[in-house]
């Protein structure tokens, strides 16, 4: 027999009183709730409807300073016996300004969220004016640039963010003031650059394409060469060779196991050979894009060599692994043995309708 809501709470109060709604009243009430903070107290209140808004796509609950508030309340919400030393220094220290609940790593990290933005700091220095963030204009009309520094009580500190308001590009920093070093640049077309090194050295490792294609880079500030790409699905790998501005392709790990090899200079690369999953190592001629096979060593031990254009490439030889020698005749797809010279000097000749699809591998 089923119990109705009153007498369920007469026995065991519930714990999510939001849960005694009709659902579709969820998304009404989660919709209404426009504070960080209020929407922290009410994930932690009932997860069951913070997790509702988040896979809703409603947007407090989606934007990364959601993340700060909850880390937030969090620690508002843990007993002084458990907080660290430091933590617990801070709250007796006499200041005139509270201590910040807020660490700088928490602020660091938001800060370097493309999703976060500089109109949501005066929550910031709403709940945690110790240690927020803080933003600063430069620049006439069109060319302005946005500064973003941390920001300890009237103090300004390290910077963490400049962006340039017209074209979307925004740099990012890390290291304390006067020290600050550039460690990420992101367009606005999604294009992502991680670099590394000190101040005033630092150097493009990797670049983040809008495609989801990855390059790599090595080499000092201003002579990064790049030597390798990945493709966007991961399953195709370029490594390259030579100074910046001339990199060759020179190997590409392809979808299945294939290895490509090429030579050649930048924009003429050519393809000389071609590793195959079962061991088989292709040999090619030829300039760009007009490759050709002329020899193929199979892993039994046995070669086969080619003749033809490209697309047309015909067995004419083949040399077994016993020292047997196979010689073809034929178009491609239809080559014929017409010899068999063996290792003790046998010379064996066939009949062309006889031996007609029969090119040993």
Not at 219 to 234: L, S, T
Not at 254 to 269: L, R, S
Not at 289 to 305: F, I, L, P, W
């Amino acid at each position: 027999m089923s119990r109705s809501p009153r007498a369920r709470t007469e026995e065991a109060p519930p714990t999510d009183w939001l849960g005694e709604l009709p659902p579709e009243l969820h998304l009404r009430i989660l919709e209404g709730v426009d504070d960080f903070s209020d929407c922290a107290a009410f994930s932690l209140a009932s997860p069951r409807l913070g997790l509702l808004a988040l896979r809703s796509g409603l947007v407090r609950f989606n934007d990364p300073l959601f993340a700060v508030a909850m880390r937030l309340l969090l620690a508002q919400r843990t007993p002084a016996l458990r907080r660290s030393p430091r933590l617990a220094a801070a709250a007796a220290a006499p200041a005139a300004i509270p201590p910040s609940p807020l660490t700088e790593s928490i602020l660091r990290k938001y800060a370097a969220d493309r999703r976060a933005s500089a109109d949501h700091f005066p929550w910031l220095a709403r709940v945690s004016p110790a240690l927020c963030l803080s933003s600063e204009l430069d620049g006439p009309g069109d060319n302005r640039i946005a500064n973003w520094r941390l920001q300890r009580g009237d103090e300004s500190g390290a910077r963490l963010r400049v962006g340039l308001l017209r074209c979307g590009f925004a740099m990012f920093f890390e290291g304390e003031r006067g020290a600050e070093r550039r460690v990420r640049a992101v367009s606005a077309d999604g294009t992502v650059v991680h670099l590394k090194g000190e101040r005033g050295a630092e150097r493009n490792v990797r670049t983040e394409l809008p495609d989801g294609s990855v390059a790599y880079y090595e080499g000092d500030q201003g002579v990064e060469r790049m030597v390798r790409m990945v493709h966007a699905d991961g399953s195709t790998v370029v490594h390259l060779e030579g100074e910046r501005g001339a990199e060759r392709m020179v190997r590409t790990e392809m979808p299945g196991g294939m290895v490509k090899y090429c030579e050649g200079e930048k924009g003429a690369e050519k393809m000389v050979r071609m590793e195959l999953p079962n061991g088989n190592v292709q040999y090619y001629e030829g300039e760009q894009d007009a490759e050709r096979v002329v020899r193929m060593e199979s892993a039994n031990g046995n070669v086969q060599y080619y003749e033809g254009e490209q697309g047309a490439e015909r067995v004419v030889r083949v040399v077994l692994a016993d020292g047997a020698v196979v010689h073809c005749e034929g178009e491609q797809g239809a080559e014929r043995k017409v010899r068999v010279e063996f290792a003790n000097g046998n010379v064996q000749y066939y009949d062309v309708m006889a031996t007609a699809g029969s090119t040993p591998q």
